[in-house]
């Protein structure tokens, strides 16, 4: 299964409606998706997160309506990299 970072930017949520939309999306999930982690980034008011999913279109079917709240900028294919590899 493919990863991906999903880049999004963050509007005038209120904390509430934030916990309800992410709620919202781990209740939707498309098949084979899974949000697998998040980082909020304060100084650029953005949220990473991390996907394992078979297409892009299944992440954007997941979000659904929360891109209202946490809106996609951008969306990644990634390959993880241990730093273990180079010791």
């Known amino acids: 299964m493919a990863r991906f970072i999903v880049i999004?930017?963050?509007?005038?949520?209120?904390?509430?409606?934030?916990i309800e939309s992410a709620k919202a999306v781990m209740a939707s999930l498309a098949p084979g998706a899974e949000w697998l982690n998040s980082w909020w980034v304060p100084a650029t008011e953005k949220v990473i997160?991390?996907?394992?999913?078979?297409d892009t279109d299944a992440i954007s079917a997941s979000l659904g309506s929360a891109g209202n709240v946490l809106p996609i900028e951008t969306i990644h294919e990634v390959q993880w990299v241990d730093p273990k590899w180079y010791k």
Do not use: D, L, S
């Not at 999004?8 to 934030?18: F, L, M, R, S, Y």
């Not at 997160?49 to 078979?54: D, G, I, N, Q």
């Open 8 to 18: 999004h930017g963050v509007t005038q949520a209120t904390q509430e409606q934030i």
């Open 49 to 54: 997160c991390e996907w394992e999913a078979p």
